[in-house]
């Protein structure tokens, strides 16, 4: 096993290293760089100023000699300077991190506990009322998209109702029901953006577990239909269901970044959209690389999970 993940890690390591080489030409490619946007906003900066300036930080050389000078230093742990912020990269983006995994963290647990019983009990009586309405439900939540259900959301919660505040996060001395309330509608949003999904691949993996021998098997044998169907379905139902639960974590770091621009909330989704707008390089390629690193993460940690699932799966 540990001969697997060191592989997987090997792999996960060539797979940053070509996205980080990826996504900085991409963001080099960008029209305009931070020097423009320096010129733009100080007229008394000339053009040779600015091709100064240029050449002090590097921007007037190949993109490949400035994307090696920058994998130089980050393997050394410096990750370069937020231009928006004024300070290093990863004292910016560390507490932005733990600021989403909070947001994903919460509404990943909701979605699960909600998809799997809902999931369960949908395909434990198939095309019944009670079916219909969970597959509307999640048809529902597939169907709308994060920033119109976030839209959605701020004006019933907040602008008619008045319950809950329409997006940040609080001041940092705030207590914890404050912070709680600014927590509730991104949670929501992200929660039901990825719920829909989550049931319908629950409630077709379990109706596909329920019609195999071994649970005619079971039930032959006097089981209790609970024991079947936790002890006996669900389990190998979650197989197919972790591996779009992995997958899902990518797109639940492309919703939250969505739904943090929405709200205004202080996470990684919301300083990868400062820092593109504001060609901050180093801030949006370092978050973004986060994002991959999460990724890969979620993959290595279902492979992991198929063979305690399934005693058949070995990785010896």
């Known amino acids: 096993m540990m ?7 090997g792999e996960s390591a060539v797979v940053l290293l070509i996205m980080s080489f990826v996504i900085y030409a991409l963001i080099g490619l960008m029209p305009g760089d931070p020097i423009d946007i320096m010129v733009s906003s100080d007229p008394n ?3 040779a100023d600015a091709a100064r300036l240029r050449a002090l930080h590097g921007l007037d050389r190949p993109i490949h000699e400035r994307y090696f000078a920058w994998l130089s230093a980050a393997v050394q742990g410096d990750f370069g300077y937020s231009r928006i912020s004024n300070q290093p990269v990863l004292e910016v983006l560390i507490p932005r991190l733990g600021n989403t995994v909070v947001l994903m963290g919460c509404s990943f647990l909701l979605a699960l506990l909600l998809a799997i019983p809902a999931g369960i ?4 009586v198939p095309r ?3 079916d219909h309405a969970i597959n509307l439900t999640a048809f529902a939540g597939i169907s709308v998209p994060p920033f119109w259900l976030a839209i959605l959301l701020i004006i019933l ?8 505040p329409a997006g940040g996060m ?3 001395d705030a207590d914890f029901g404050t912070k709680l309330s600014h927590l509730v509608l991104p949670v929501l949003t992200l929660t039901l953006a990825t719920l829909g999904g989550l049931i319908r691949f629950m409630r077709a993996a379990m109706i ?3 019609r195999q021998d071994y649970v005619r098997t079971a039930h032959a044998k006097g089981l209790h239909p609970a024991q079947v169907v936790i002890g006996h379905a669900l389990r190998n139902a979650m197989i197919p269901v972790t591996t779009i ?3 899902n974590f990518g797109s639940l770091f492309s919703g939250a970044l969505i739904t943090e621009t929405m709200f205004g909330y202080l996470g990684m989704g919301k300083a990868i959209y400062d820092g593109i707008l504001g060609n901050d390089y180093n801030l949006a390629l370092v978050g973004l690389l986060f994002a991959t690193l999460t990724t890969l993460l979620a993959n290595l940690i279902a492979d992991l999970a198929y063979s305690w699932l399934d005693p058949r799966v070995s990785y010896a």
């Open 121 to 124: 009990l949908a395909a434990l």
């Open 170 to 172: 609080g001041s940092a």
């Open 3 to 9: 001969k697997v993940v060191l592989s997987r890690l």
């Open 45 to 47: 900066l000339t053009a």
């Open 208 to 210: 596909e577990a329920l």
């Open 128 to 130: 019944s009322f009670f």
């Open 157 to 164: 919660f907040s602008v008619i109702l008045g319950w809950l």
């Open 245 to 247: 639960i992995a997958l």
